[in-house]
């Protein structure tokens, strides 16, 4: 079965422009998690969507969004960016996250940098 | 506020012998405890996790042990491998505060480098 893939696996933006990432999650998984990983912070959980809705968030602007797709598939979209928006942006999905011991399988990232 | 706290933040140990990280929480509603491991590259892959209800869970050269009443857990590397050499991430889950369902997004500790030398 294919993992989590992740596109792009790099992207360069300049600071105020906008930015889209896209996930396809394991066939089957429901569930689309999204976080974010820096040296300081660590990895921060962003929010999830399950059934085209989202169901939790984190403590992240309402710069940061995210929809998803009859098919699972998810996109997560950043506008304005700031110079502190580069990261690893990581996309996680699992059959349901109904319950909490659902397992989340990352997928490699996307590596997001801001000049 | 971080709410699970990982040391050390990086760990060398020879061949052969055990690696330990440490994590500390603060929110007694979490309810489930996986580790992650993380290679260069590559997204966290889950290594093994455990529920408050159980004091140690072992799966090969992994365990973790859990003491509810201090907030604690660790990771244990029995006969640490060169191949361990990685990243790794404790984290902790709840049943989401939202009317939704599911749980929480986790909440993940800082990570551990682990170094194991040849």
């Known amino acids: 079965k294919a993992g989590v893939t992740q596109t792009p696996r790099y992207l360069i933006k300049t600071r105020g422009q906008q930015v889209t990432l896209s996930c396809s999650p394991i066939?089957?998984?429901?569930?689309v998690s999204w976080y974010q990983q820096t040296p300081g912070q660590g990895l921060q959980f962003l929010f999830e969507?399950?059934?085209?809705?989202?169901?939790n968030k984190g403590n992240f602007p309402g710069r940061f969004s995210g929809r998803q797709f009859s098919n699972s598939r998810s996109e997560m979209n950043v506008s304005t960016l700031e110079l502190g928006d580069s990261a690893l942006y990581l996309c996680?999905?699992?059959?349901?996250?109904?319950?909490?011991?659902?397992?989340?399988?990352f997928g490699p990232g996307t590596r997001l940098t801001v000049l | 506020q971080q709410q699970v706290k990982q040391s050390p933040q990086s760990l060398i140990v020879q061949k052969g012998g055990i690696s330990i990280i440490n994590c500390a929480y603060e929110?007694?509603?979490?309810?489930?405890f996986p580790w992650y491991q993380q290679f260069p590259g590559k997204g966290p892959a889950l290594l093994i996790a455990?529920?408050?209800?159980?004091s140690e869970k072992k799966e090969g050269r992994f365990t973790i042990s859990f003491n509810k009443s201090a907030k604690q857990f660790s990771l244990h590397i029995m006969d640490s491998q060169p191949g361990d050499s990685a990243t790794y991430f404790c984290?902790?889950?709840?049943?989401?505060?939202?009317?939704?369902?599911?749980?929480?997004?986790?909440?993940f500790g800082k990570g551990t480098h682990l170094i194991i030398q040849p």
């Open positions: 996680a999905s699992s059959h349901s996250t109904l319950r909490v011991t659902d397992t989340q399988y």
């Open positions: 066939s089957g998984h429901r569930s």
């Open positions: 969507y399950f059934s085209e809705t989202q169901r």
């Open positions: 929110n007694t509603a979490f309810d489930y």
């Open positions: 455990i529920r408050p209800d159980v």
């Open positions: 984290a902790a889950s709840r049943k989401t505060r939202y009317s939704g369902g599911g749980a929480d997004g986790l909440t």
